[in-house]
């Protein structure tokens, strides 16, 4: 097998790419190395990127003072069963689709696929008005 050989647009995009992405990751990153500083630490130190102490104490104050570990806990529960949910009921329903015909088929159907498209952000708040 051949290997081909990168021209220099390729070099040019690729540059390009990890500079956009470095960009991009930077408040990830700051976000991460933040919560390891101390209350001290961010409020004097703003531009300084990396803390002069490393510090578990927010981690602590936030177990501390909420129950964290009971919302990871809920969010894990909810995540796992609204993924086996989805997971065999698409199944089911798309084994119906595929292998059986019934009147109707054609627009039901579509009207699946037209409530795929709406995204979710949009049924955001008349659904939490809703409850």
């Known amino acids: 097998m051949k290997k081909k050989k990168l021209k220099k647009q390729h070099y040019i995009i690729i540059a390009f790419m990890s500079v ?3 960009i991009l990751m930077y408040p990830l990153a ?5 919560a390891f500083k101390s209350t001290a630490d961010i409020r004097m130190n703003r531009t300084k990127f990396f803390p002069t102490e490393w510090t578990l104490y927010g981690f ?13 806990i809920n969010s894990i529960t909810i995540t796992a069963v609204i993924t086996v ?11 119906v689709f595929a292998k059986y015909e019934f009147r109707g088929k054609k627009a039901l159907f579509i009207v699946m696929l ?3 498209m709406i995204p979710g952000q949009v ?3 008349p659904r939490y008005l809703m409850i």
């Open 20 to 22: 956009f992405s470095v």
């Open 30 to 34: 700051w976000t991460v190395v933040t």
């Open 60 to 72: 602590q104050t936030a177990f501390e003072k909420a129950p964290v570990g009971r919302w990871f």
């Open 85 to 95: 949910v989805i997971i065999l009921s698409s199944t089911l329903i798309g084994y």
């Open 114 to 116: 037209a409530t795929m």
């Open 123 to 125: 049924t955001m708040i």
